[in-house]
């Protein structure tokens, strides 16, 4: 294969997720959402940084070159995702009963047969499929059918963290919500922390504790759902408010930012603020330095020079 670039998807991405929280991620298409995705599951290595993961007793593993033998099994079983497209993600050969039980067999936790059969029919009822579903094929089911069996699959093992990679955006509008709704209720009954993907700021407000919105492989702004919501601070997290059309920017005393044109390409990405090219309060330093995230309440941090600026004035004048 003849290498012809280099992409480099991830850049400025820090954060770490608890025992029971969600955290949404969004940003326009190609920002690096999915890479993220794979990255924490193991699917990508990332090239540098690192991944630390807390095993249930509290113990902390450095996975970033690889899951050891020691940490291999409870890691797989610990941490699940769910793909964007469910057309891609079942293996067509298999039957559902055992695309079901292949992470149960794999994690060796049953033994007997009519115990696996049992645990199949209430996964399927659980995500609201008929139970006599597991003879089937993948095939003979719709988008938002086999998105429900990714679940039932993804839920079999008892993860403490599913990664749901923009889950309805290959569904029609109509069983888009019945997904969200179906995951809600699961989280709640399963006590799981969420990583949701979105590019639907709106979607992922209803479903976050917090919010990390990624622009061209960094997160540019990261804060409590609320703050993303009521105190869009960064200009892209703005430009991302300003097209929900229920968000009324005049009760928040906001403007609103309009967002043209598309991101640039990831193999030549600008210098700088990898937004300044389509700011529309750029200023000459955003060409030449990129923004180190400032915290601007608690727990709200943003990476913009005009942030910085307006801090740095109050700071002076105090
Ligand atoms: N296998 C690959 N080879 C080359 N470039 C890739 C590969 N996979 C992803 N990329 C690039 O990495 C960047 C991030 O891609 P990624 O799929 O993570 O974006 P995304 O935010 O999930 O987008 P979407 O909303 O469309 O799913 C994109 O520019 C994409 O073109
Ligand atoms: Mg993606």
Redesign the pocket.
């Known amino acids: 294969m003849q290498v012809t670039g280099y992409?480099k998807?991830?850049e400025k991405v820090d954060f770490s997720i608890s025992e029971r929280e969600t955290i949404g991620i969004v940003?326009?298409?190609?920002?690096?959402?999915?890479?993220?995705?794979?990255t924490l599951v193991k699917i990508h290595e990332p090239t540098a940084g690192s991944i630390i993961y807390f095993d249930p007793n509290g113990k902390s593993y450095d996975i970033t070159n690889g899951l050891t033998k020691e940490v291999r099994s409870t890691f797989r079983k610990d941490v699940q995702m769910i793909f964007?497209n469910p057309y891609d993600s079942l293996d067509p050969r298999m039957t559902i009963r055992d695309t079901i039980l292949e992470p149960i067999q794999t994690h060796k936790l049953f033994k007997n047969l009519k115990d696996q059969d049992r645990y199949v029919r209430e996964l399927l009822s659980k995500v609201g499929l008929d139970p006599d579903y597991g003879k089937r094929y993948p095939h003979e089911f719709s988008g938002g059918q086999r998105q429900r069996i990714a679940i039932a699959r993804s839920i079999s093992v008892n993860p403490r963290l599913l990664i749901c990679?923009?889950p309805t955006?290959a569904l029609d509008v109509s069983v888009q919500s019945q997904i969200i709704n179906l995951l809600k209720q699961i989280q709640r009954e399963h006590n799981m922390a969420f990583i949701f993907?979105s590019?639907n700021l709106d979607v992922v407000y209803h479903m976050s504790d917090r919010i990390l919105v990624?622009y061209?492989?960094n997160i540019v702004e990261s804060a409590p759902s609320r703050a993303i919501f009521d105190n869009p601070t960064h200009p892209y997290t703005q430009a991302l408010m300003s097209a929900i059309p229920n968000w009324n920017p005049r009760e928040r005393k906001l403007g609103t930012v309009k967002l043209e044109g598309e991101p640039p390409?990831?193999?030549n990405p600008p210098t700088g603020c990898p937004f300044h090219p389509r700011c529309e309060f750029r200023m000459d330093i955003c060409a030449r330095a990129k923004p180190e995230p400032t915290e601007i309440s608690s727990g709200h941090f943003c990476a913009c020079h005009l942030r910085d600026l307006t801090i740095d004035s109050s700071r002076s004048a105090g």
């Open positions: 992409v998807a991830l940003g326009e298409s190609g920002c690096g959402k999915s890479t993220l995705g794979k964007q990679d923009e955006s993907i590019h990624m061209l492989g390409s990831p193999i």
